[in-house]
């Protein structure tokens, strides 16, 4: 009898193992449908029914006992029983049971889990707007999740590390926290944060904030006139370009260690100077500010000597002139100096000529020539200036004017 015994525990054993009873766990997010399966590899004709949490009989075969008409058959074999529970909520979470009669009785188990997705993030910020330098903090917050859910940051094209907190509310469900702090700079002004949600039950979930950064002013001086090296005589304009968040409200120039020159004009943001002296040297400055602070910049003016003469060209000219002026341009031909030469010259000729005439004028007069009247009637040379030396008395006088 003891050795039957042993012989009838290895055929259940051996019956079991042919008739192997397997199902699966499933996730689903709450409202959507689920799917159990129970399946048997070789079924000897045994009944298969799926039970619930509470172990009430769902299907037997492919019959419902069950009055919840959310399970509704999919298939069912022999050797499969598949069925699908639609519109699935938390209540429906738990472990269920694929049961196979058999002597004794085999079950295998499926866990349904119902995942809820967190609402919509919201990023609430310590202040709107932030002046450059300082820190700001972020908050973003993920509620009514299930499982917890996850939070990243990311500022731009940078990932940010948060302090992130989980709190379980009711029904394992989870509020979730996060918060970032980090200083700002000017470059930060319009860069995106985003709160990034990551959980299991939703794709693409972030909520993003725009940086709003306040910075003092950033300074500029342009040389508007001249192109070149600023020589005596010349005008000089420069223009001061400034731009802050909020826009400077205020824009002063100044001569650093000495006073404007007297006839400097300056309007806003222009400063101009005429008939450059040597006097005229130094630096001058433009200062902007705003609400956050203020800011300058520089220009070294530099005069040199007018030009005298017309510099000649060379293959390869060395430029010797300010840096601030414009570097490597070709010195000025100085035209007005030019026009002053010829001028002086035309002036000159112009006054020996009225000298020339009035000496001539002075000296116009008369004189006489005594020809022989009869020399022309002479039959020889001899004859003719015996006849002149005779006739000079008797000459008529003629007048001849030398001017």
């Known amino acids: 009898l003891h050795r039957s015994a042993h012989i009838c525990h290895f ?16 996730s689903v997010i709450e409202g959507e449908t689920a799917t ?29 006992p069950l009055k919840d008409s959310r399970f509704q058959l999919v298939n069912f074999t022999d050797n499969e029983l598949w069925v699908s529970l639609s519109n699935v909520s938390l209540s429906d979470e738990g472990r269920y049971v694929c049961q196979l009669y058999t002597d004794p009785p085999q079950e295998a188990y499926a866990d349904i889990t119902v995942l809820v997705p967190p609402g919509s993030p919201v990023i609430e910020s310590r202040e709107d707007v932030v002046s450059e330098g300082n820190e700001t903090e972020l908050t973003c917050i993920a509620m009514g999740s299930k499982p917890a859910a996850s939070i990243r940051w990311m500022k731009g094209e940078e ?47 972030l909520a993003q904030r725009h940086l709003e950064v306040l ?31 909020p826009r400077p409200h205020q824009i002063k120039w100044l001569r650093v260690d000495e006073d404007v ?27 902007a500010s705003n609400a956050v602070g203020e800011a300058y910049d520089d220009y070294v003016l530099y005069v040199y000597d007018a030009p005298t003469t017309i510099p000649t060209p060379t293959t390869n000219p060395v430029s010797t002139q ?77 007048k001849e004017y030398y001017i």
């Not at 509470?54 to 419902?64: A, G």
């Not at 008369?366 to 006739?391: L, P, Q, R, S, V």
């Open 11 to 26: 055929l259940t054993l051996v019956l079991f193992d042919s008739q192997n009873l397997a199902t699966d766990n499933v």
């Open 159 to 205: 990932e940010l590390t948060g302090e992130t907190t989980a709190e379980e509310m009711y029904d394992r469900m989870f509020t979730v926290t996060s918060r970032v702090r980090f200083s700002v700079t000017k470059e930060d002004d319009g860069v995106p944060v985003d709160c990034i949600i990551d959980h299991p039950a939703a794709k693409d979930l």
């Open 36 to 64: 159990i399966s129970c399946r048997v590899k070789n079924n000897d004709d045994s009944v298969i029914q799926l039970l619930n949490p509470n172990r009430q009989t769902i299907y037997f075969r492919d019959v419902r």
């Open 261 to 287: 020159p007297l006839h400097t004009v300056v309007t806003g943001s222009e400063l101009y100077i005429e008939n450059l002296n040597k006097s005229y040297n130094g630096t001058y400055r433009c200062v």
């Open 322 to 398: 300010d840096p601030r002026a414009g570097e490597g341009t070709p010195p000025k031909i100085d035209h007005a100096v030019i026009g002053g030469v010829v001028a002086v010259v035309m002036f000159a000729i112009l006054c020996a000529l009225i000298v020339l005439g009035r000496y001539f004028a002075r000296h116009k007069g008369t004189y006489f020539t005594h020809e022989a009247k009869g020399a022309d009637d002479a039959a020889d040379a001899d004859t003719a200036i015996i006849n002149a030396e005779g006739g000079h008395n008797n000459s008529d006088e003629k």
């Open 215 to 245: 910075y003092k002013p950033e300074v500029k001086i342009v040389v508007t006139y001249p192109e070149g090296l600023t020589r005596e005589g010349d005008n000089l304009d420069l223009t001061c370009i400034a731009e802050g968040k």
